[in-house]
């Protein structure tokens, strides 16, 4: 079932529905996971999202899965070694990114099937194959059944979360990174600023001129006239920074990030993802990319 690197650890705790805490092997501290393939809805304050009695429902079922001090099994998804993958393969807050099984049982599939969360692809269809079949058949067997998050009525007592309009959007970015996997196979010096955050980061110390393949979440005015924008991710802290936005060139820029990739919440998608080329650089040791030019952007490596 596993195609990933994987390791043992040791569940130190449940805290929602697609998020546990595991002992790693030689550690005594314990280290939060995100579960991929799950975005279950929440059960306590602090996200971006409302709490929901769906969500409470979903740790709860999470809890009679896992139990403290259960040996579960974490893949990764990609095949480097198990030292490579703790670094590699982490999320926007530094927590890893895994799969995860219990006596040979996918959790992921069951929580899907069960519709406790929807198969959750916003940020990439699984990696593997395989897994990515199961999930799809889990999700349509759920929503076949009219279960969990698919049924908001009777399972929050109102549509809180629109899961037909998330999902559309989610396809559609989980579609561009498809498309980003097999452009990389073709290009091995492209890079990916979450993935290869550490060898962007050297590079930039050179002033290397590269092309990443990102995520582009949110921009800011730094004065008045320059704007920095950035990926969203506390763990890879990368930023494009346009020196003059009030310049002709510089609103062309601006205009394309609004209009086709910088969503403005669930109900305002869009592109999201882009290929940018540019000089690398650091800023307050921090790798940063200066843009001047909306030609620097791309929806692929030839448009």
Known sequence: MTEGTTIESELSRVVDGDTIRVFLPGQTQD???????LDTE??????????????????????????????????????ESAEVCLKRYRGNYGRLLVFVYKDGKDFQEEMIREGYSPYFVKYGNASFAGHHERYMQAERVAQQNFLGVWNQIEVNGSEIRNYAVLNTWWTMRARVIDEYRKIKSGYPDLLNTRLDYDTIATRAQSGDTVTVF?????YKFAGQKSVVVRIGSVKQPFSIFIPDATTDEGQKILNLLENRYISKGDDYPRRSYAYLTGQLSLYRDKPQMVVTDAEQIKDNMTS
């Open 31 to 37: 280290e939060s996971l995100r579960i991929l393939a």
């Open 42 to 79: 929440e059960s306590h304050q602090g996200g971006g999202k409302p709490v929901t009695p769906w969500g409470k429902e979903a740790k709860n079922k999470a809890g009679q899965f896992f139990s403290a001090g259960d040996t579960v099994l974490l893949e990764f998804p990609g095949n």
């Open 214 to 218: 990102t995520e582009l979440r949110s």
